[in-house]
């Protein structure tokens, strides 16, 4: 069973800002896709994580979580035992939240606050 762990950050932030900072954290350069519904995406692997960018992210608010007042979601997946994903879901917010002043959400499994 895997973990996943969004990061949601709201319109004051580019989505070059993001994917900056997220190639920054884990070293690595992201790869762009064009994913069928026409947003744009970007993976990549960091250790045993899977990171993906998409924007605009098409969630609609649920569990009384405002998913429309951001734009893109950073989501972070691992297998539930591996700790990584929460560990750089939250080292991305509080970076792209210090560096640009991006209001982020972190939300794990689409249905609990993690950090806002």
């Not at 900072?21 to 045993?48: F, G």
């Not at 007042?69 to 950073?74: G, K, T």
Request: proline share 2%.
């Amino acid at each position: 069973m895997s973990s996943s762990i969004g990061v949601f950050v709201a319109w004051n932030c580019s989505l070059e800002h993001i994917t900056k900072s997220l190639e920054e954290l884990v070293n690595k350069k992201l790869v762009k896709r064009q994913a069928k519904t026409e947003n744009v995406l970007y993976e990549v692997q960091a250790e045993q994580v899977w990171i993906s960018v998409v924007s605009p992210h098409g969630l609609e608010d649920d569990c009384e979580i405002e998913f429309s007042r951001y734009q893109v979601e950073v989501d972070f997946t691992s297998s539930a035992a591996m700790p990584e994903a929460k560990t750089l879901a939250l080292a991305f917010a509080a970076k792209i939240r210090g560096e640009y002043n991006c209001k982020v959400m972190v939300i794990k499994d689409l249905q609990e606050v993690v950090s806002c």
